[in-house]
């Protein structure tokens, strides 16, 4: 019973570091290698020392040897209907789904819903771009921050 208990713990241990893009993850080693010279086998390290880790970076299209890339936020381009663009690396490479989140304070965050993502050709390199319509509803409140999450 413990052997079996050992191995589907490691198993599952295994699943959960290809789904958050460990180094395992085939995709990751290819964006890693888009960079050379550039040692990005820690997914945990931040190599340009922006604050995000190399994880981060990969899930989120951004250049990991760039401190000026450090945001996914392309533009904002409506505040009064809640459209704004962000960078991520196709999904169907990562195999993350990325989800809008919301909040009128940033201590209390609700998934929304309804918010629609369409999502741009992908360039050559992986990265897309992505439009986000958070729902109409949310516009009642005074402030609305938008989070992309990814899962």
């Known amino acids: 019973a413990e052997t079996y208990l050992l191995v589907g713990d490691a198993l599952g241990r295994a699943m959960i570091d290809l789904h958050l893009g460990q180094t395992g993850n085939p995709d ?3 964006w890693n290698a888009s960079y050379p010279n550039v040692n990005l086998s820690d997914p945990d ?3 340009d020392g922006d604050g995000l880790t190399n994880r981060e970076e990969w899930i989120w299209g951004l250049d990991p040897t760039s401190k ?3 945001n996914p ?3 904002v381009r409506n505040v009064s209907t809640g459209e704004l663009t962000y960078t991520r690396r196709d999904d169907a490479l990562t195999g993350l ?5 919301v909040s009128s304070d940033l201590v ?3 998934k929304d819903e309804n918010a629609t993502q369409s999502t741009s050709v992908p360039d050559g390199s992986g990265v897309e771009m992505v439009t986000v319509n958070v729902s109409n509803s949310l516009f009642s409140n005074e402030r609305l921050f938008v989070r992309i999450q990814a899962q």
Do not use: C, L
């Open 68 to 70: 000026k890339s450090m």
């Open 108 to 110: 209390s965050w609700t």
């Open 28 to 30: 990751y080693q290819i």
């Open 73 to 75: 936020i392309a533009v």
């Open 97 to 101: 789904a990325y989800e809008v989140w």
């Open 45 to 47: 390290d931040d190599y």
